[in-house]
């Protein structure tokens, strides 16, 4: 069977559209109400084949260790990112796959193997999100201290990944973080040379990072003109490099006939039975140690990140949500992540109802 070619992200549509988080409980949200996501394998197996069957672009798991506490401990249940990627290779036809992969916690010649793995498994369907990581309490869990330069250990992960992937010999890596003999692997994925690659970053040295190293930045953005700004700082470090690195961003979703009735829902599970315990670990932990959003962000939009981890709110009916969709696609951004409280109830909905009008604005072609 030949590859799928381009890898789904690099197919026709204007706006490109994944499922963000669907391996793990609670998806984004730190809620304690009883409809939350809860992660369970047959169910997960039901969304990917819905989001597959509809045409989305992929499917792109989070990458956690340990929950963030409060009532429901969420994300604690979660499934890891290089097998889950592989097990719904099985079950799918068309939709990319990624693997969310923490540097510091996988050894890069495990990860080649991986991705290799998932790769074929896929039928060229495969991808790596690379994630530097930034939870202190994940990395205790491994024996490891956070660094200070992450994206240098990155760097040098990433380049050992390609590496296996190109070399015809067997070769040494004397670096910084890791010194490696004879290093070989086989067989080498079936997209050339390498799996499309995501980086998860917002930071400036993060940019860099995917200026260097990757096809796409995935990043956050508090309001759609900042996203702009973004997106503008993105391409002037690739276009630096002689590269050109697009940017997708992750929005979470309540879509709703009415306008009203949308955005109670959205003030019942994210502000009314938000996981407060949760929600103050979780936000403290990530405003030390993660720099993934606007400093302000913290301070002014605590309803966003126990609605979906800081992310863009799309709340409202399909024709509002179709609207921001445009703004975002006129900023500049490549598409987005989709979560949403939970994935089996309300993505047929969102897939019934937005997709046709993502079509009529030319969003999307099919
Ligand atoms: C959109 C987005 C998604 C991310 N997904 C994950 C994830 O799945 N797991 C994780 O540990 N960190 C995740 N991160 C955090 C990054 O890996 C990174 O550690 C953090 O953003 C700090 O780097 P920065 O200062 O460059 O943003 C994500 C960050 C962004 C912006």
Known sequence: MNPIYPHPIRGPNPFKLGVFALNADGGLTLTRVPERWPALWSEIVEVARIADAAGLEFILPIARWKGFGGEMNSREWSFETF??????????????????VHVPMVHPVFAAKALATVDHASNGRAGLNIVCGWNPEEFGMFGLD????????????????????????PFDHDGRYYKLRAVSGKPAPLQKPRPVTLNAGFSPPGRDFAAKAADFLFTTFNAIERGREHIADMSRRADARGRAVGVF????????????????????????????????????????????HEADDYRLHRKRFAGGAGTYPLVGTPEHIVGEMEKMHAAGFAGTTLSFVNFKDELPYFLEKVLPLMREARLRIR
């Open 146 to 169: 956070m660094i200070e330069d992450r994206y240098g250990q990155g760097l040098e992960w990433f380049e050992i990944v390609t590496r296996i992937f190109t070399s015809r010999e």
């Open 249 to 292: 961003t992750t929005c979470h979703v309540v879509c709703r006939p009415g306008q009203s009735e949308a955005e109670a829902y959205y003030e019942r599970y994210a502000v009314a039975m938000a996981d407060n315990a949760g929600l103050d670990h979780y936000m403290g932990q990530k405003q030390k140690f993660s720099g993934s």
């Open 83 to 100: 097998t889950f990627a592989a097990a719904l290779a099985g079950v799918t036809q068309r939709i990319g796959l990624f693997a969310t």
